[in-house]
């Protein structure tokens, strides 16, 4: 059954990285649902996390293909239940009366969304949530009129003290492959 | 010392030991060539007829010889020319290095004359590629390029360099390859594995001497994998110490010697009844440097449904990617058996190998009298030529007929478009096979559809004085898609019949080698033994009947038991 997955993918930071990740994922037929990529607190590496709709078996084969990339340090599929997911979404809505302005100020409140754009007829939000909260907090400014809407893409780090760099044997089974020692060179 | 860009080049190609590349000039990769002319008493450049054979002749050669393949090719067209010889080497995992020249680097993204975005046109059929900017960055791009080419899985890899780059100068002194690693990219690459060399798991190697200590029926599959490492030696003591039987796959021959009493013949679409039955019954099955493919494993559900199936592969992507395993080992080949010899017992199977070997190993065709059958053309082949010669064939029902008929002894005795089906690639290739191979008798297998898609390399095979002997299966149609239609679609003969030219014995004679056309084994045996004796190239224009089929064949999808025609 297909679900969604979070990945979390380090890669070199450099030009063409990005499109060699994302091609996989076209070349095999699969939307990429949700995409962040930034540096991480090593300059010279990239974190890609990509959201996209697959079975297990998908999933698996989908890891494998990305962790031959070279330019692939470590992948990770984070679990939903073990994983912490946040994206930020900027929301911009009519609002031209002030008792509408009033209204969607109290619900920018509720949802913890920062007012962070006024204009006489428009109020920009910004959110930061997982996909639940966003899709609420749209549901209900839906009817005062978004102008404008901008997502992120998903960012997750798991749970706990554990990170994308474990060393598991799998992990290593990869990097046997791409290990350039292997004729003593 | 400062230097250019293209000197850089050609530096770093003799750092590496490259002493052949195949190529064909043209704008962008002039400063490349102007260079080359200094180095040519240590580097021989092939120009070929066209780019694509140049790909197919770096591919043969690194077949042949073990080494890495370099091609040579202009920007735009020259370097789309390369596509489909990439991805030929990318599919049978053949170690290449591409070399492209591009527009100079204020010219990029403008369109400009010959410009083309190789890097992301050629990005799915790499095993990496570069573009070269800075010619401060170039030495470590091509240190990389090779390290990367020929290391793990083998496979191509292409670098596009910007054609100021190459006249642009900056430092260079050479180093030695295992200096290499000690800094620049190679350097970061492996403070990846912390300067570690790659070992197998001894855990996994011992699951598996348990698991064949616990096997009644066990086979082995000789794959790619064992012929890329040059495993042959180890696995055939390996065979021989379980005393199982052994299937070879198109990429695995060589690995086993095609007349070793436990070699079972080809297995998968085209497999003999032996090897296809046998890993239907077999209780443990060991698949060594195989990926399963859809040619192997038609149907991976029912594959091998009686056995624990054991897959040991360099490539852990390869792991139950097509075919469902019960345990892997990730490692060399020639590694794993090594470190697995040891652990086994000297086996005996006597009962089991009796049932294997009591169904047919080969094929035998019937012979027709007063037609020439493919069958009787490549025995002649196999009792005239030398008994090491290198056969490289196109593809189709040649290719097979070819891989049925000879025994294979060696790894790289066989050159042939396994993954990727590349009609065209022989010629290419048995030239990149003979320049590299220049002791050994190269014969080149094709069929009429094939040769003559990439004939124009005859030009080449004269020009360089290469003996090469080509052998047209003359169907006058495109056999295999033939033998398809025949048993598919309901003998609906689409476009297939080749029912027009060349004359290919002119053809042969105008590019300045000995032509001969042949419809009966004594006019062949004839034929093949001038051949033989000339100093230089020949084309044998065998004409054979255009029903022949391939046989056995089990179709696409099919278990594989269920021979559509024995």
Redesign the interface.
């Known amino acids: 059954m297909q679900q969604r997955n979070t990945l979390a993918v380090l890669v070199d930071n450099e030009s063409g990285v990005l499109s060699r990740v994302a091609r996989l994922f076209s070349g095999k037929g699969y939307n990429i649902e949700s995409l962040a990529v930034g540096t991480t607190d090593d300059p010279a590496i990239s974190r890609i996390t990509i959201e996209v709709m697959a079975d297990e078996k998908q999933l698996r084969l989908l890891c494998n293909q990305l962790r031959k990339l070279i330019c692939v340090h470590s992948v990770k599929a984070l679990r939903p239940e073990h994983a912490i997911r946040r994206e930020l979404v900027l929301i911009k809505v009519l609002a031209e009366e002030s008792e509408k302005r009033n209204e969607i100020i109290q619900i920018a409140n509720i949802f913890r969304a920062s007012i962070i754009d006024v204009s006489k007829s428009s109020l920009t939000l910004a959110l930061i949530g997982d996909e639940s909260k966003a899709e609420a907090i749209q549901n209900l400014l839906t009817e005062f009129g978004i102008l404008e809407l901008v997502r992120t893409g998903m960012v997750a780090l798991e749970r706990g003290q554990y990170t994308i760099d474990e060393q598991t044997k799998e992990k290593g089974e990869f990097d046997y492959g791409k290990n350039v020692l292997r004729e003593g060179l | 010392m400062e230097m250019t860009g293209a000197k850089i080049l050609l530096e770093c190609l003799r750092e590496q030991g490259v002493d052949t590349i195949f190529g064909y000039p043209g704008g962008t990769i002039l400063n490349v060539y102007d260079e080359l002319c200094n180095y040519s008493g240590e580097i021989q450049h092939i120009l070929t007829s066209h780019e694509q054979g140049a790909c197919h002749a770096a591919d043969g050669y690194a077949r042949a010889t073990g080494k890495v393949g370099v091609c040579f090719a202009t920007s735009g067209p020259g370097a789309t020319n390369l596509v489909t010889g990439i991805a030929t080497a990318y599919l049978d995992s053949s170690p290449i290095v591409c070399i492209t020249c591009n527009v100079s680097v204020g010219l990029i993204g403008k369109d400009s004359f010959q410009e083309v975005d190789i890097?992301?046109v050629t990005?799915?059929i790499t095993?990496?590629n570069y573009?070269v900017r800075r010619v401060e960055n170039l030495a470590d791009t091509v240190r990389?390029a090779f390290?990367?080419a020929?290391?793990?899985?083998p496979g191509p890899v292409l670098i596009d360099i910007a054609k100021n780059v190459t006249a642009e100068r900056t430092e260079f002194s050479r180093l030695d390859?295992?200096d290499?690693?000690a800094e620049g990219r190679?350097g970061?690459?492996?403070r990846?594995?912390d300067?570690?060399?790659?070992e197998?798991?001894m855990d996994d190697i011992r699951t598996l001497a348990d698991m064949i200590a616990a096997s009644q029926k066990p086979m082995v599959i000789c794959g790619g994998g064992v012929v890329r490492s040059r495993a042959d030696k180890i696995f055939t003591e390996f065979v021989h110490k379980l005393d199982a039987p052994c299937a070879v796959t198109l990429m695995g021959a060589g690995g086993l010697r095609g007349l070793d009493s436990l070699n079972t013949g080809m297995i998968g679409m085209h497999g003999s009844q032996a090897s296809n039955i046998a890993v239907d019954n077999c209780d443990l099955l060991i698949a060594i440097g195989c990926r399963f493919s859809d040619r192997v494993a038609l149907k991976p559900d029912t594959f091998a449904q009686h056995a624990k199936i054991v897959q040991i592969d360099?490539?852990?992507?390869e792991?139950?990617?097509n075919v469902e395993t019960d345990h892997h080992i990730?490692?060399?080949a020639r590694r794993v058996l090594e470190l697995l010899m040891p652990l086994i017992d000297e086996q005996h199977h006597d009962a089991w190998k009796e049932e294997v070997f009591s169904h047919p190993t080969e094929t035998f065709y019937d012979e027709r009298p007063g037609c020439l059958t493919p069958g009787q053309v490549l025995s002649a082949i196999a009792r005239q030529c030398p008994q090491d010669t290198i056969v490289a064939t196109d593809v189709g029902q040649h290719q097979m007929w070819a891989i049925q008929h000879f025994h294979f002894d060696y790894p790289g005795q066989l050159i042939t478009s396994g993954g990727f089906g590349t009609m065209g690639f022989g010629l290419g290739a048995a030239i990149g096979a003979q320049v590299g191979r220049p002791g050994k008798r190269v014969v080149h297998i094709t069929g009429d559809g094939s040769f003559r898609m990439n004939c124009n390399e005859l030009a080449t095979e004269q020009f360089y004085g290469l003996p090469i002997i080509t052998v047209i299966f003359d169907n006058g149609t495109l056999g295999m898609v033939r033998q398809w239609q025949t048993l598919i679609y309901q003998q609906h003969y689409s476009q297939t019949t080749l029912d027009r030219g060349p004359n290919f014995v002119k053809l042969a004679e105008a590019y300045g080698l000995n032509g001969f056309h042949v419809s009966t084994v004594e006019e062949f045996t004839a034929a093949l033994a001038k051949a033989l004796e000339s100093p230089c190239g020949s084309v044998i224009d065998c004409a054979i009947d255009m029903d022949e089929m391939v046989r056995p064949m089990v179709g696409g999808g099919s278990h594989i038991t269920d021979f559509m025609i024995n």
Do not use: Q, Y
């Open positions: 890097t992301g990005m799915p095993k990496c573009l990389e390290a990367i020929r290391s793990g899985r390859r295992h290499h690693t190679l970061a690459l492996m990846r594995w300067f570690k060399p790659p197998p798991d360099i490539d852990r992507a792991i139950n990617k990730v490692g060399d």
